[in-house]
C-alpha cells in the first residue's frame, strides 16, 4: 500500500468488527480520526537510524519510585550511552542494598532489592547492541540477580527449560492455584524484539491465574539470553517455535491441552499469528501490534530498529536481513488461521505500521476476528487494561470468565 493513502480512509473502512476505543465492543469504529504526516509521526530528521528519534529510549519522571523517578530526570533523551549508564548506575545502587540486606538475614526485603536490581539491569541492557563489549556482561548481572532474589524467597513460577531445535529455551511457568488434578487453560506470551524472559516484577501473568488461566512466558529464539548466550535466532516459520512449546504444555498434568491460547506482543504480533497457521492447538490468539508482514510493518516502518531486527533473525548486515524478511510473512497462508483472534493496533504508532494489523484482519477470512485500538506501541489506557486477559477467560473457558 502507499504512504500516500490516508490511514483513516484504510481502518475505518473495516466497519462495525472494529472496537473503538472510545466505544463499547460492536460498535461501528471511528479510529484513525485524522491523518498523520510523516512529519508528525518522524520528528527526528537528519538523526542517525534513520533520520528518526528511537521513542522507545525515554523514560517518564513523573514516577512514585525515587529511582525511577531519578535516572528518568538524568537520562538524555533519545541517547543509548545516556540509558545505559544511568540505568546500570541505579541497578548497581540496589544490588549493594540487597547484599547488605542479605547479610542482616532480612530474606524478603533482599529477595525485593534484587528484583530492583534486576529490573535496572534489565532496562540497562535491553538497548546494547550485539557489538557491544557490555551486552553480555549486563546481561549477566541480569540473570546473577534475577535468580539471587528468588533463592530467598519461594518464586511464584516454576523454572524450566523447553527442548527446541538441539537447544533449552529458558521458560517460567506460573500455574493456577487450584485443586489437585485439576486442568487449567494456558496463555503462552510471544515476545517482541526488545523481548527479555527475566523481569523485576512480582506480578507477571497475575492478570491470567486471577481469572484461572495458567501463564507461560519463553525466552524464544531472538529472545533475552537464547539470543545473547546462547546466539539462536528468529525463523520466519515461528511455527517451529510454538511446536516446541505447545509439545512441552500438552505434558503437563495441569494444563488443558485443548485450552491453549498465545498472545503475541509487538513483532510477536507477527509471530503469533503465524505459528497459528500451522500448529491448530491453538485455540485463541491475541495480539499487540498485529502484523501481516515483518519487512514493511516494522523494518521499513520504523527504521531506528533495523539493526535489533537483523541481529534477532542472525542477518549479517542490513542487505541480507532485507533478503530474509521477505519469508517473514503471512502472505499465502494468513487463510490458515482458523482459531479466534483479536488483533491489537494503536492509530498513533510509531515503531510498527497499523496497517499491518487491518491486513491481517482483512485477510484471515477464516478466523473470528476482531480488532481493538489502544494495543501497540502507545500507554494501553486503563480502561482497557484487562480486556486481553477478559477476551482470552472468555475464548478458553477459564473459571474467571
Known sequence: MSRNIRRRDLLVGAGASFIALSMGPGAAAQVLQKEKTEKELYPGAGLPGGGQ??????ASADNPDPDLR????????YNPESWFAEWQ??????EQLAEGFEKDGRKVTANEFYLRAAD????????????DTRTVPT??????????????????????QIPYEGHQLQAHFYPVRGAPGQKSPVVYAYQGADGILLTGSRNAGAEYTARGIAFLNVDGPGHGGTLRLDK?????????????VVDYLVTRPDVDPNRIGIYGQSLGGYSAPRAATVEKRLKAVATSSGSFSALPDLFDYYPTIQDRVRWLIGAKDLTSARKQLAEYTLEGRVKQISCPMLIGYSEDDRVMDPRGALKLYEQATNSKREMIAGFGHTPIPVELQTYIPDWFAKQLGASGA
Open 139 to 160: 546481561y549477566n548481572k541480569l540473570k546473577e540477580t534475577f535468580d539471587r532474589a528468588w533463592r530467598l524467597v519461594k518464586p511464584p513460577f516454576e523454572q524450566m
Open 89 to 94: 548506575r541505579v541497578a548497581e545502587k540496589n
Open 53 to 58: 528519534l528511537d521513542v522507545r529510549i525515554t
Open 120 to 131: 535496572f539491569y534489565r532496562r540497562a541492557v535491553t538497548y546494547l547492541p550485539e557489538s
Open 232 to 244: 539462536v535466532y528468529m525463523p520466519p516459520d515461528t511455527e517451529r517455535v510454538v511446536k516446541a
Open 70 to 77: 531519578e535516572a528518568a530526570r538524568r537520562i538524555r533523551p
